[in-house]
């Protein structure tokens, strides 16, 4: 079995639940560690072929009224293995420059909706991300009363969010109510001597009942609170349980599209999913 990648260099410091100081962009920020170690849920893709049906399904198509997803992405989202596999060890999402479904390009997403969420824990997954102008690769989670409330009022915690022309920087992001799409809450994270599309990363997070964590490896670089959210007008939806995504998006509003330096295929690796509480 795949090791644990833990980084103990911080979360030893934590287990009583100390709060910190961590250096990112303010030397003063105070950021609260919750440490879990209870695993739940875990996928280390060993099995080749379709991932297991147990753990993930798809979201197929273009978006609804094909508006790419509301976000205007050019992909058309497939459950062939030609866009998403088990091989080798790892998960594998391919993007390919092809014409399907009125799209130009084909991907895939998926998700846990109805097989597995969760309320509060740690989420991390260990992935090598692609290289290119409008790639937009994410691992992050979405309320699993979203068919009920819609969004942004189910809330999103985006883990990880990655575009393709930036290979040394990733994004962590909190949408909901009063803080969604261009007015979401996030922070960046840049590698000082490494690239993400060069080797593999841990992406994670740890959510609580008042705050949030973003981790890199073993790096703490954000921290969102319940009061953060709520002294900016803003409404903390984040006491429910919650579904997975991983997914490669080409295009949209937020890295444009490909351009002639862009090659395809493209992929997204994931060596392991894990959850715990």
Same mark, same amino acid.
């Given at each position: ?10 979360l ?16 003063d ?44 992405e ?120 490494s ?7 841990v ?6 009942e008042?705050?949030?964590n ?31 995504i ?11 599209? $490909? ?5 395809? $295929? ?12």
């Amino acid at each position: 079995m795949k090791n644990i990648n833990y980084k103990i260099s911080v979360l030893s410091l934590v287990l009583m639940g100390l709060v910190i100081s961590t250096y990112s962009c303010d030397n003063d920020e105070k950021q609260t560690v919750v440490t879990k170690f209870d695993l739940v849920l875990e996928d280390n893709f060993d099995v080749d072929g379709a991932p297991n049906p147990s753990i993930w399904t798809y979201d197929i198509g273009r978006g609804s009224e094909n508006n790419g997803w509301g976000n205007n992405e050019l992909q058309f989202y497939t459950d062939r293995p030609e866009n998403v596999i088990v091989q080798n060890g790892y998960l594998i999402i391919t993007a390919k420059q092809e014409a399907l479904g009125g799209a130009s390009y084909t991907s895939a997403r998926l998700k846990t909706q109805n097989l597995f969420d969760q309320k509060y824990g740690r989420f991390e997954a260990r992935i090598k991300l692609p290289l290119g102008q409008g790639l937009w690769p994410a691992f992050w989670m979405l309320g699993s009363n979203i068919s009920q409330v819609g969004w942004p009022q189910c809330g999103e915690i985006d883990i990880m969010e990655y575009l393709g022309n930036s290979p040394t920087q990733i994004l962590g992001t909190l949408h909901g109510p009063g803080f969604s799409g261009g007015e979401s809450i996030s922070k960046s994270y840049t590698l000082r001597n490494s690239r993400f599309d060069n080797e593999f990363h841990v992406f994670g997070v740890e959510w609580s009942e008042n705050h949030i964590n973003w981790y890199v490896d073993d790096v703490l670089y954000n921290q969102i609170t319940r009061k953060q959210v709520e002294d900016e007008g803003g409404e903390w939806v984040f006491d429910n349980s919650f579904f997975m995504i991983l997914n490669m998006a080409v295009g949209g509003n937020l890295p444009g599209s $490909p351009n002639t330096n862009t090659t395809f $295929p493209q992929r997204m690796l994931v060596d392991y999913v894990r959850v715990y509480q």
